[in-house]
């Protein structure tokens, strides 16, 4: 049984691009969670996604936004990056708000 | 609100040396307690989790007590391994949400 999956692993974009983030949740899972992890920090909470929808969302921006589809995998959008942008950015699954699986995460670097 | 505040790091200890690291939290209400751990280009691994006031969890021997009397929930480990070097992550829940709160981590190097 894989664990939760992450693509892509690393990407590099500039200043005013768009960038997509993709995640697997693992199996039996319906929740997906998505957390901004800058360089020295903590996970920070972006927000949370259930049955499709967004069910809490933390203290960021409109730029960020994200999608859950039917089977449950997720997808998180950046839009107009900043250089602050720059992170690593973690997915985590599970059923309902039980225990969070973390996957391993994409590197954004925003140039 | 909710906040988790660490030790500062980073923890540079010896092999076979006995192990703390602090953690305060911030909350309204009882929330749920862990410790995460994070091995270099790994995603986050729950080490431990208490639920309760004067629950303790432990894994991998490592020991951490929820104190609702002093708001704290510090790892403790009696002898470390070099493979215990990693960065720990305390963090905190509310089971009706999910949502984690995280403190910024602490560094810890074990040399052998």
């Known amino acids: 049984d894989a664990g939760v999956t992450q693509s892509p692993t690393h990407l590099i974009k500039t200043r005013g691009q768009q960038v997509t983030l993709r995640c697997s949740p693992k199996s039996g899972h319906d929740t997906v969670s998505w957390y901004q992890q800058a360089l020295g920090q903590g996970p920070q909470f972006i927000f949370q996604y259930y049955e499709e929808e967004e069910r809490q969302r933390g203290n960021f921006p409109d730029r960020f936004s994200g999608h859950q589809f039917p089977n449950y995998s997720s997808e998180l959008n950046v839009n107009a990056l900043l250089l602050g942008d720059s992170a690593l950015y973690l997915c985590a699954s599970s059923f309902r708000v039980a225990k969070q699986f973390f996957g391993p995460g994409t590197r954004l670097t925003v140039l | 609100g909710n906040s988790v505040t660490q030790m500062e790091g980073p923890v540079t200890l010896s092999e076979e040396a006995f192990l703390t690291i602090n953690c305060t939290y911030t909350?309204?209400?009882?929330?749920?307690l862990f410790w995460y751990v994070q091995y270099p280009g790994e995603g986050l691994q729950l080490l431990l989790k208490a639920t309760k006031a004067d629950d303790k969890g432990s894994n991998k021997g490592f020991e951490a007590t929820y104190r609702k009397e002093t708001t704290s929930f510090h790892l403790e480990k009696g002898s470390v391994q070099v493979s215990d070097s990693a960065v720990y992550f305390c963090a905190l829940t509310y089971s009706t949400l999910g949502r984690l709160y995280f403190g910024r981590g602490t560094q810890l190097t074990v040399w052998p």
């Open positions: 909350a309204t209400g009882y929330p749920s």
